[in-house]
């Protein structure tokens, strides 16, 4: 009996002591170090505000507290910044890379200039869930969807031809029958949404509603342009009087599953990853790091401030998503690969 009631608190003990070193170790290694964010867009959109939000905050929750350091290196839909992250950037555990979630089903796509396998990517966390919107500018004369089903061309831009700028208005394309242009080259959404409020393009779509919220209302509120098309699986129950795309298009089963296929990347709209040779102790003590800032009342301040959403889904849940996704039946990913114009 006396064994029978001591054995769980020794065991309980072990494992106080073993988390213990666990920490110590964790600390022994960030000490004194620098973690880099290396963010593949352009300073000032969304991925960039999220990784700079993370930057400010992270620290305290990594054993050893190293320096945070976010970085841009925008270019190619962000391709090139996941493919130094997977093959160049150092792998212990000192970079994290903020990707697009676009990124996570380019070799579904055939994209070519792909350096890495996603499922192989250790997922850490995303930080939000999101919905897709459209905004067009008056002076376009998309004042409304219907407006904007009856125009003759329409210009819009992205980033890459696979980021979701490009995929979504590729969508509408196709589903919509829209007579869509699509410029890419642009350095973040921030940019394209400039181009467009300048009147060098008609509008943008990927526009997701965290950074619809943070940093494009403004022309919205003053009347000069419009929110005009929401798309993702599921509509966002703040925008209710937009339109939504499943309900205009009424895909038929292979498109709705195409569509839900391409839309994945909004469940995992705003993923950290690290390397595939990262060390297990490394992956472990961020995701926990990454936890722990997301319930930080500090962090969660500096977001509402910045009108940014924070719902997590964890480095395991993303796991799962993408495994779904790269057994999605060929005719699927065939009419998937279709709609984004690949």
């Known amino acids: 009996m006396t064994i029978s009631k001591t054995l769980p608190a020794a065991l309980a003990a072990a ?8 920490s110590a170790t964790a600390a022994d290694f960030y000490k004194g170090k620098t973690v880099s964010i290396y963010v593949g867009s352009g300073a000032g959109g969304g991925f960039d505000t999220y990784a700079r939000a993370v930057g400010r905050h992270l620290s305290k929750h990594i054993p050893g507290n190293p320096a945070i350091k976010v970085q841009n290196r925008p270019g190619a839909g962000g391709r090139g910044n996941a493919n130094l992250v997977y093959v160049s950037d150092p792998q212990d555990g000192t970079v ?23 499922p192989k990517f250790k997922w850490l966390i995303s930080l939000g869930r999101e919905v897709s919107t459209c905004v067009f500018f008056n002076k376009s004369g998309a004042t409304d969807i219907k407006a904007l089903m009856k125009k003759k061309k329409i210009v819009m831009g992205a980033s890459g031809p696979t980021s979701s700028m ?12 829209l007579p869509i242009q699509v410029i890419v080259g642009f350095k973040g959404s921030r940019r394209a949404f400039m181009a467009a409020e300048k009147g060098e393009l008609d509008g943008n779509c990927g526009l997701w509603y965290s950074s619809l919220q943070a940093q494009y209302m403004g022309p919205v509120k003053e009347g000069k ?3 005009t098309l929401q798309m993702g699986r599921h509509p966002h129950p703040k925008l209710k009087d937009v339109p939504f795309l499943y309900d205009i298009a009424k895909p038929n089963e292979l498109e709705r599953k195409a569509m839900d296929l391409v839309f994945t990347q909004m469940d995992l709209a705003r993923p950290y990853v690290m390397g595939p040779k990262v060390p297990d102790a490394q992956v472990k003590t961020m995701r926990k790091a990454f936890m722990d800032l997301a319930k930080d009342p500090e962090f969660l301040t500096t977001a509402a401030k910045l009108k940014i959403n924070i719902d997590v889904v964890t480095g395991e849940e993303i796991q799962d998503l993408l495994q779904k996704a790269y057994n999605s039946p060929k005719d699927v990913v065939a009419r998937a690969r279709k709609m984004i114009n690949r």
């Not at 994290?96 to 996603?118: N, R, S, T």
Request: hydrophobic share 55%; net charge negative; aromatic share 8%.
């Open 225 to 227: 342009a419009n929110v």
């Open 96 to 118: 994290i890379g903020a990707l697009g979630p676009w990124l996570a089903l380019e070799p579904l796509w055939g994209q070519p200039g792909v350096k890495f396998d996603p």
């Open 166 to 177: 490009a995929s979504d208005a590729f969508i509408m394309k196709d589903v919509l029958k």
């Open 15 to 22: 494992g106080v002591v073993a988390l213990g070193a666990a």
